[in-house]
């Protein structure tokens, strides 16, 4: 799966049913949104914040670490992308 990561759509990130896995398992996306139900530039880095204490505990895991390899800590990842990353992975377990 891929999902844009801009509103042009001109950067995109490939999501591995393994990347959502990972997101399950450590409950990555649980009481990550404030109030206002808004995705922004602080949303992304308390997500970032929460998977560094993760890994302190967790860093032999390395489905753990291509998340954030691949995903969460790269380069294309900003807010936009991480609001298609919740709606794909909302989907996903919708199914």
């Known amino acids: 799966m891929t999902i844009p990561t ?6 995109s990130l490939k999501i591995t049913d393994e990347h ?3 997101l399950k398992r450590y409950s ?3 009481d990550l949104l404030d109030s206002n ?3 922004d530039e ?9 998977v560094r204490s993760i890994l302190e505990r967790h ?11 691949e995903v969460l800590f790269h380069d294309n990842m ?7 990353l919740i709606l794909l ?5 919708d199914e």
């Open 6 to 11: 801009n509103v042009k759509g001109s950067r």
């Open 59 to 69: 860093s032999d895991d390395p489905a753990l670490l291509s998340l954030c390899r």
């Open 89 to 93: 992975y909302l989907s996903k377990n």
């Open 20 to 22: 959502l896995e990972t």
């Open 28 to 30: 990555l996306l649980a």
């Open 78 to 84: 900003k807010a936009y992308g991480l609001h298609q």
């Open 42 to 50: 602080n949303v992304l880095e308390k997500l970032r914040l929460n």
């Open 37 to 39: 139900g808004f995705v």
